[in-house]
């Protein structure tokens, strides 16, 4: 998906992947910094999606940039998973279970700090 920036001569293309230093002298470094936000910004709706379907794998954790957690939060759930076979592994899966009941509530404020570091790589 590309956006357009049209100015009053011509149109400018500029691509998503396109990094802060890539894009054309002719745009300003204030606009350059709110197109990289609003391409690198995470929105809770698209955690809270993750959570809700693929929240046994940590999805919403990877996509808000805990890989440390969202790993952990996969292997319990594999581990649980494969082990529920003799009767272990359920008292294993109330974790994964236990720590996405909590991630409920603590989406948003992941998301928010998220967002807010990435406001400060960018000024």
Known sequence: MEETTTSDTNTL???PSQTLNQLP???SSDAKKMMQYDA???SSTTA???WF???WSGAHR???GNTGTGAAILILSVVGFALSVVGVG???LLVPLIWLIVDLFLIPGMVRDKN???IQTLS
């Open 13 to 15: 293309q500029v691509q």
């Open 25 to 27: 002298s002719s745009i």
């Open 40 to 42: 690198n910004k995470k």
């Open 48 to 50: 809270y999606l993750l």
């Open 53 to 55: 379907f693929l929240g």
């Open 62 to 64: 990877f996509y808000i």
């Open 90 to 92: 359920f008292i294993i």
């Open 116 to 118: 807010n570091s990435l």
